[in-house]
């Protein structure tokens, strides 16, 4: 194996910039080149978590960290034992980049900054002397044989890839990392193909739900602390806040359904039952229970100024509406027949999804190059030697929260150590 190996990453996001570093730290002598296809390396990084890049999550545990992944959770778990985010949280303090834990477990930097991040990466993958190429893409690759570890005369075995780049000129290298990103446009996954591997066909992943109904109309922005949405006729399931925007509902618990439920909803054109509990634990006979004792403790209480369960008050009043309560309604004139429709709008709302809307704070591509084909030790293809593979480009994506760019940190370290030939 040669010492000084001649290395090029395809790709100036997250994991190609972490993969640089981490084989360059690892090997001086290693001559590592990153090509990036736009002007802009880190892109992704710099207008990630609404500006303020959501690096990681604060979950330490590698069995509970791989349950964030929809894809690609059985793979990492070997990974996550050798990088997980206390390595990430670490990496960057080393390097003077303190990041702070959010209540619901996110880590940004002090800063809210992603700039913060950007230069960081940057700076340090300058310092360790790797070579940051930009608005010049990889086109295609020719993969050649390895060459047989008895072959007589060589001295130095041939570079394994030859590449054409976006200019038309060629380079070659002896280890190559595809660190392309989840665009679909990308040529990475042409390249991956190309060298042998399958891919699992892109979809969508981590977006929000279209919905055209009077229950949620005229109050976007609104918030509730915790619902229960499902996918009727399926099994997926969701628990977390939920949002109303100007096209439909997002929050957490729909990203997440969004992210378990990528491909059947795919298959479904998008067009399918939402329900929601917006009272969970509650079922109907509970909360029957609860709302039938509070008609008799506080009859003479109106319907439409006191909400006896925690969610807004503009929700009520539609949740009201909906099961043709008017507001002034005393709590004892509800006959038990309204009441029970009532619970059934709290409980077991259903909405028509029509189409996905995009979420603009994070989103990212189910499907990539496929996961059985890889050494999750070393990234490297079990297909072609010399082929490795880093971040999205993968078949591997987590539900927001800090979870993807862990992904590629884990993944782009540890091809990064790979390649560099010594760890
Ligand atoms: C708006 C938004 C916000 C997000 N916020 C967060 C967040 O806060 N936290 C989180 O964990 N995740 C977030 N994500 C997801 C996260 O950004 C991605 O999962 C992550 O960037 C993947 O890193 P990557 O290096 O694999 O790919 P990318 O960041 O997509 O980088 C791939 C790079 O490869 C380049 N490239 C592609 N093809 C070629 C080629 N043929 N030749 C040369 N270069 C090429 C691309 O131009 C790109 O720069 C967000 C995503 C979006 C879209």
Redesign the pocket.
């Known amino acids: 194996m040669a010492s000084a190996p001649k290395v090029i990453i ?7 910039f972490f993969a640089a570093i981490a084989c360059a730290e690892t090997n001086p002598a290693a001559r590592v080149t990153i ?4 002007a802009h ?1 880190l ?3 710099r ?3 609404g500006g303020r ?3 990681t999550h604060a979950c330490f545990d590698p069995r509970e960290l791989v349950k964030r992944y929809p894809r690609g959770g059985r793979e990492l778990l070997g990974p996550f034992h050798r990088w997980q985010p206390r390595d990430t949280a670490d990496w960057f303090a080393r390097r003077g980049v303190e990041l702070k834990t959010e209540a619901d477990g996110r880590m940004f930097p002090v800063t809210d900054r992603s700039q913060t991040i950007v230069d960081c990466l940057q700076n340090a993958a300058v310092a360790a002397g790797v070579e940051i190429v930009t608005s010049l ?3 295609s690759v020719l993969g050649r044989p390895p060459p047989r570890a008895d072959a007589p005369g060589a001295l130095r075995p041939p570079p394994l890839f030859a590449l054409t780049l976006t200019d038309g000129s060629a380079v070659n290298c002896d280890r190559l990392l595809l ?5 679909r446009s ?3 996954l042409t390249i991956a193909e190309k060298l042998g591997h399958a891919i699992e066909p892109p979809v969508p992943s981590l977006f929000t739900f279209h919905v055209d109904d009077p229950r949620v109309d005229g109050i976007s922005g609104l918030s509730v602390g915790n619902v229960a949405a499902t996918v009727r006729g399926t099994k997926l399931r969701e628990d977390g806040p939920l949002l109303v925007t100007h096209w439909g509902l997002s929050g957490p618990a729909i990203l997440k359904l969004s992210a378990w439920g990528a491909r059947e909803l795919a298959a479904v054109n998008y067009e399918f039952t939402l329900g929601v509990n917006f009272a969970p634990p509650h079922t109907r006979e509970s909360l029957g229970r609860e709302l039938a004792a509070l008609r008799a403790s506080h009859p003479r209480k109106q319907l439409g100024t006191w909400c006896p369960l925690d969610l807004p008050l503009r929700l009520w009043e539609k949740l009201l509406a909906a099961a043709r309560i008017a507001p002034d309604t005393q709590w004892a004139g509800v006959s038990q027949e309204a009441l029970a429709t009532l619970v059934a709008q709290i409980v077991a709302a259903e909405f028509a999804v029509a189409g996905k809307s995009m979420n ?5 591509t189910c499907g990539g190059v496929r996961l059985r084909e890889i050494d999750f030790k070393t990234m490297e293809s079990r297909l072609c030697p010399g082929l490795y593979f ?4 993968l078949d591997i994506d ?1 539900v927001t929260g ?7 940190w884990t993944t782009g370290w540890l091809a990064g150590r790979a390649m560099a030939g010594l760890a």
């Open positions: 395809v790709g100036g996001g997250a994991a190609g090509y990036e296809a736009t390396p892109a992704k990084v207008v990630s978590g890049c959501n690096v893409g990889v086109r660190a392309t990103g989840g665009n990308s040529a990475g603009k704070e994070e989103f990212v880093a971040g999205e480009v987590g800090g979870f993807n760019f862990q992904a590629a």
